[in-house]
């Protein structure tokens, strides 16, 4: 069974540019979360996707957008780049079932996203 | 809303030392409880989850943890530390939804130095 994997490994880009930060979702898992670190704190949740369809947002500006796709793999792109943006971006995927009161959400290695 | 408060940053041990890694929430619906550990240039990694079953919960790595309502506390413990354990450890609390994984919402994380 393959583990959830995320590319590129690090990125640096400059302000204003726009990125765009993959995730390869753990096999048979149909919902993916992705979350920001930055330097020094814990995760913050941005979004989630389920079934191709967001599921919640946590408070981040419009600029970070995201997209899954029917083989379940996802993206995250961040327009406008911003100096505060650089963190280290965490996706985690999970399988959602009917009927379930919790599903463990299983983390890829991150992409550490560096802007200048 | 959530949150959890995991108080300072660092804590240092000897090997072969009781680890305490102290974690407090606050929630207003009964909340679901993790412990996150995360090695350099790594992803998270659970060690252990309350989900509303046995108080005591064991994790992976010889890891406990304690679920006290009345303290509105989840500390993790660990009766002797190795040199492996040296890691970062983050507190996490979600709560209960039908049909799935909820949002995780993470404390700012504990470096934990193993001295030989």
């Known amino acids: 069974e393959t583990g959830v994997t995320q590319s590129p490994t690090h990125l640096i880009k400059t302000r204003g540019q726009q990125v765009t930060l993959r995730c390869s979702s753990q096999?048979?898992?149909?919902?993916v979360s992705w979350y920001q670190q930055a330097l020094g704190q814990g995760p913050q949740f941005i979004f989630q996707?389920?079934?191709?369809?967001?599921?919640g947002r946590g408070n981040f500006p419009p600029r970070f957008s995201g997209l899954q796709f029917p083989n379940y793999s996802s993206e995250l792109n961040v327009n406008a780049l911003e100096l505060d943006d650089s963190a280290l971006y965490l996706c985690a995927s999970s399988l959602e079932l009917a009927g379930s009161t919790y599903n463990e959400q299983f983390f890829g290695p991150g992409t550490r996203l560096t802007v200048l | 809303a959530q949150s959890v408060t995991q108080l300072g940053s660092h804590v240092s041990v000897s090997e072969g030392a009781l680890v305490l890694l102290r974690c407090n929430y606050s929630?207003?619906?009964?909340?679901?409880l993790f412990w996150y550990v995360q090695y350099p240039n790594q992803g998270l990694q659970l060690l252990l989850k309350y989900t509303s079953a046995a108080t005591l919960v064991k994790g992976i790595n010889g890891f406990e943890a304690e679920f006290k309502k009345s303290e509105t506390s989840f500390h993790l413990t660990k009766p002797s530390a190795h040199m492996s354990d040296a890691a970062e450890y983050f507190c996490a609390v979600s709560r209960l939804r039908q049909g799935g994984s909820e949002k995780l919402v993470f404390g700012k994380g504990m470096k934990l130095t193993v001295n030989p």
């Open positions: 996707y389920y079934r191709e369809e967001e599921n």
């Open positions: 929630s207003s619906v009964p909340p679901y």
């Open positions: 096999s048979g898992h149909n919902t």
